[in-house]
């Protein structure tokens, strides 16, 4: 019986390395088509689904994927130092979506277009502040001094399920860009389909790194 256990076991962890493996191929890989096919520069919209796929298919993936006991790319550094790659990830991520926002704002205002009438520019102005706030949040984390009221434990647990929540705003926000008129007019066919699987699997992937080392553990605990 113990040996089928850890049988198991071993192809679980197999599966959780492999899956951490195709995240980071995903997200790195939306990002270089997505920059491919916008061709930031041509254009100003042009800058806008670069820096958003940029912000939070690439980096906020990786801000996460730094703290995966399966498949962080910095599992020899100390806890510290990933901290460290987190917020560092994090920031740029927060600086890019600001950025790739002011600039479907700018454009908007050339072209006399509404804004926010979609779907995808209400969750997308939503996500974007989600992931200011969560950030300013975090900061109590780096200086625990900062606020007291909460146990550092609850502020971790709080920071962790908020971020997941961010997260996958962060992968619908990029799903509903896909289902956009330029978006559907750049991308076709199985490619398409390709790009729709990348947010869908790394959200997948977050979403149960994220499960097991807080939510799961809390519960076992209670």
């Known amino acids: 019986m113990s040996q089928n256990t850890d049988g198991d076991s071993r192809v679980f962890q197999a599966l959780r390395v492999l899956s951490g493996v195709a995240a980071h191929v995903a997200s790195l890989s939306l990002t270089v088509y997505v920059t491919y096919v916008s061709q930031p520069g041509a254009t100003l919209f042009s800058w806008h689904p670069f820096l958003m796929t940029l912000a939070f298919s690439f980096l906020m993936t990786e801000a996460i994927l730094v703290f995966s006991p399966d498949s962080s790319l910095l599992r020899s550094f100390s806890r510290r130092a990933r901290v460290q790659v987190h917020w560092v990830l994090q920031l740029l991520c927060v600086v890019c979506s600001l950025l790739g926002l002011g600039i479907i704002y700018s454009n908007k205002v050339l072209q006399g277009k509404p804004h926010f009438s979609t779907w995808h520019g209400l969750l997308g102005v939503l ?56 978006f ?38 209670s």
Do not use: D, E
């Open 127 to 182: 996500t974007v502040f989600w992931a200011l706030l969560q950030s300013l949040g975090g900061v109590s984390l780096l200086y625990p001094k900062l606020v007291q009221r909460w146990k550092l434990a609850s502020r971790k647990l709080y920071h962790a399920t908020a971020g997941l929540i961010g997260y996958l705003l962060g992968c619908g926000s990029l799903l509903l860009g896909m289902c956009s008129l330029w």
């Open 184 to 221: 559907g007019a750049s991308v076709t066919a199985v490619s398409w389909y390709l790009c729709v699987l990348c947010p869908v699997l790394t959200g997948l992937v977050v979403m149960n790194q994220v499960s097991n080392a807080y939510l799961y553990r809390k519960r076992s605990q």
